[in-house]
């Protein structure tokens, strides 16, 4: 497992947070198609925090996109980096998630979050954030639609609805409700960098054959529990 130190020059407040989001936001690439579906890696990224001990656990799992074997996995311990703010969460997580994608011993592919991409107040989650930093393709795939509104959708796999700022139709789309299993509760699907939306979904509905969430961060989330655990003894 590999331990993080908190980066020299890390924001510490919420206005240099902002800052931060504003100044980068600018470098999200949305007019790339990104890997097709079933093709090379896919990784999932998640975190765990023991906030009163303060310490926080990222895992990246890499799964064969064909086949979702897991080919390879890594780990990174830190500090907690940031105090929790909605809409800024990005900077707990992110010294340590790079860190885990940095000990991986394969190139990550598609990295897939567990969180939020354009769905983001300002436009900038984790997966957008995470796409900047790292030049790779990102989504994504959150449990809760946040801040955002969405239509009824159909009880069969596959079926979508726009994810939207307020309840007005005419809104942008920063992102789709999609469920992925019949009857189930849908999972929201947001763009990170460099992979569109269809694609976006694409990738979810083959990282789903059996489950409402992707195997990728069911994979990633228990890597990480386990890894708290050792952390946290």
């Known amino acids: 497992m590999t331990t993080v130190r908190i980066p020299a020059g890390w924001p510490a407040t919420e206005e240099q947070a902002r800052a931060v989001q504003d100044e980068l936001r600018g470098r999200v690439v949305l007019g790339e198609p990104g890997p097709p579906p079933g093709t090379g890696h896919v990784t999932g990224v998640d975190v765990a925090y023991d906030d009163d001990r303060d310490v926080?656990?990222?895992?990246?799992?890499?799964?064969?996109?064909?086949?979702?074997?897991?080919?390879?996995?890594?780990?990174?311990?830190?500090?907690?980096?940031?105090?929790?703010?909605?809409?800024?969460?990005?900077?707990?997580?992110?010294?340590?998630?790079?860190?885990?994608?940095?000990?991986?011993?394969?190139?990550?592919?598609?990295?897939?979050?567990?969180?939020?991409?354009?769905?983001?107040?300002?436009?900038?989650?984790?997966?957008?954030?995470?796409?900047?930093?790292?030049?790779?393709?990102?989504?994504?795939?959150?449990?809760?639609?946040?801040?955002?509104?969405?239509?009824?959708?159909?009880?069969?796999?596959?079926?979508?609805?726009?994810?939207?700022?307020?309840?007005?139709?005419?809104?942008?789309?920063v992102g789709r409700a999609l469920r992925t299993q019949d009857g189930v509760k849908p999972v929201f699907v947001s763009v990170g960098h460099r992979v569109s939306l269809d694609n976006a979904c694409a990738h979810t509905l083959a990282l789903t054959p059996k489950y409402r969430l992707p195997e990728s961060t069911r994979r990633a989330d228990s890597l990480c529990g386990r890894a708290l655990q050792e952390a946290t003894p």
């Open 56 to 173: 926080v656990v990222a895992a990246a799992v890499v799964l064969d996109a064909a086949t979702l074997d897991v080919v390879a996995e890594a780990t990174a311990v830190g500090q907690v980096s940031f105090p929790y703010v909605p809409g800024l969460l990005a900077f707990r997580e992110l010294p340590t998630v790079l860190a885990a994608l940095d000990a991986l011993p394969c190139a990550p592919g598609l990295v897939v979050c567990d969180g939020y991409g354009l769905a983001h107040p300002r436009r900038f989650g984790l997966a957008s954030h995470l796409g900047v930093l790292t030049g790779l393709p990102t989504i994504g795939v959150a449990k809760n639609p946040f801040t955002f509104s969405y239509e009824e959708l159909g009880a069969r796999r596959g079926s979508a609805s726009p994810l939207v700022a307020g309840e007005d139709a005419g809104q942008d789309e």
